[in-house]
């Protein structure tokens, strides 16, 4: 295990009726920004929860907010808050919404173009204060310091501990009214969030599970996932499926399981190419790029990958070869039954999606991905090819 400095300062509220608790995480914000989506949050009832616990506080609202959040629409809210003396964000929705509300309260503090922060040009140094009220699990942003943003065909990633959200409100009941398809999508991202930290390359060490405690939560919030959300598919209301998830797919990126392992993130790097250039969803990329990834460098991942068919999927028995194409295959079979595509010709793309993804990587510098960057332009190539049938 690598060392590390392990630090995550978000208040969270976890359970029915949490929504309780905003007045008073607000008691010191007389400015705030309330930023969702699009009209969801009026027709479930989640709006009208937040306003009447908003009554102590002057609130602009900015609403609109994209599944991919948009760099030009994001801007506008810059400006209001420089204009109006905003003194905390208030995002309200999923990893999108709390996403935008990250560029905005960074952007607030900028002298300078926010997008410089995502170049990598210019360094953040202050932020406005977050706090959030999740109603769909995905993505963890509700208690990280990530935000992934879109401008043109460029969707880039700034990480910061000062991102991270004040305080977070989770309630299962908010997310009770999301189409199956979201659920299914939330699930999908979470679960590659953790095997983006899980099936990497062991270090060199003599002594098995060198990093046990981080794999065995991997483990247990993959099981759970995989339980709960085929459930939550299969079953729409069932309430209990639906507060585990959401209680997974926080943990599974705030820091906790991540801290002291390699990370591989090439499932998702790739997978932000393909939502900018052909719009799809960011779940879908992932559902088809990580069993492609694993295809490709599956004897760099062999034993995570071994360790992964034993523990999750119950894969004891055969050979090496065969038990590592069952870890793929069972990994597969479990995005099928959640409805989500494993091929690009699934979503109707072939291979005139090579060049300019591989342009696009090469125009962001990410040129040598994966745990150890031995994923260079040619290796992502075969694995694009790998996910065309």
């Given amino acids: 295990m690598n060392n590390f400095t392990l630090y995550n300062p978000t208040k969270i509220h976890f359970g029915t009726g949490q929504i309780s608790h905003l007045t008073a995480e607000l008691k010191s914000s007389p400015n705030v920004l309330f930023v969702y989506g699009g009209g969801s949050i009026k027709r479930n009832g989640v709006y009208d929860t937040v306003i009447s616990n908003l009554s102590d506080t002057h609130v602009i609202e900015f609403a609109g907010i994209a599944a991919n959040p948009k760099y030009e629409h994001l801007i506008e809210a810059v400006e209001i808050c420089k204009n109006r003396s905003i003194d905390l964000i208030l995002a309200v929705g999923g990893g999108s919404v709390i996403d935008a509300a990250k560029f905005i309260a960074a952007g607030a503090k900028c002298d300078f173009d926010p997008w410089l922060l995502f170049t990598g040009e210019r360094q953040l140094q202050d932020c406005l204060p977050i706090g959030c009220v999740l109603t769909l699990p995905a993505t963890g942003s509700e208690s990280n310091g990530g935000t992934v943003i879109s401008r043109g065909q460029d969707k880039l990633s700034l990480v910061d501990d000062s991102l991270r959200p004040k305080f977070a409100i989770l309630d299962p009941e908010f997310t009770m ?22 099936v990497t390359q062991q270090p060199d ?48 990126l705030n820091g906790l399981i991540g801290a002291g392992v390699q990370h591989d993130w090439s499932t998702h790097l790739i997978g932000h190419e393909l939502t900018a250039l052909y719009g799809l969803d960011h779940a879908c990329t992932l559902s088809i790029m990580l069993p492609a990834v694993w295809k490709v460098r599956k004897a760099e991942k062999s034993e995570k990958l071994i360790q992964y068919a034993e523990r999750v999927w119950s894969v004891t028995e055969g050979t090496i070869d065969e038990r590592l194409e069952a870890a793929i295959h069972k990994t597969e079979q479990f995005f099928v039954e959640m409805d989500l595509p494993i ?27 994966g745990e150890d960057g031995g994923i260079n332009l040619s290796v992502v190539r075969d694995i694009l090819q790998t996910a065309l049938d």
């Fill in 177 to 198: 009214s999301l189409p199956v398809n979201q659920v299914s999508n939330g699930v999908i991202d979470a679960f590659v969030h953790v095997v983006e930290q899980y």
């Fill in 205 to 252: 060490t003599k002594r098995p599970m060198f990093n046990k405690v981080q794999d065995r939560y991997a483990e247990g919030l993959l099981m759970t996932l995989i339980e709960e959300g085929l459930i939550a598919k299969n079953h729409s209301q069932d309430m209990g499926a639906r507060t585990n998830i959401m209680w997974a797919a926080n943990q599974a």
């Fill in 343 to 369: 091929r690009l010709s699934d979503v109707n793309l072939g291979e005139e999606i090579l060049e300019p993804v591989l342009e696009q990587l090469k125009k962001h510098k990410m040129t040598a991905l």
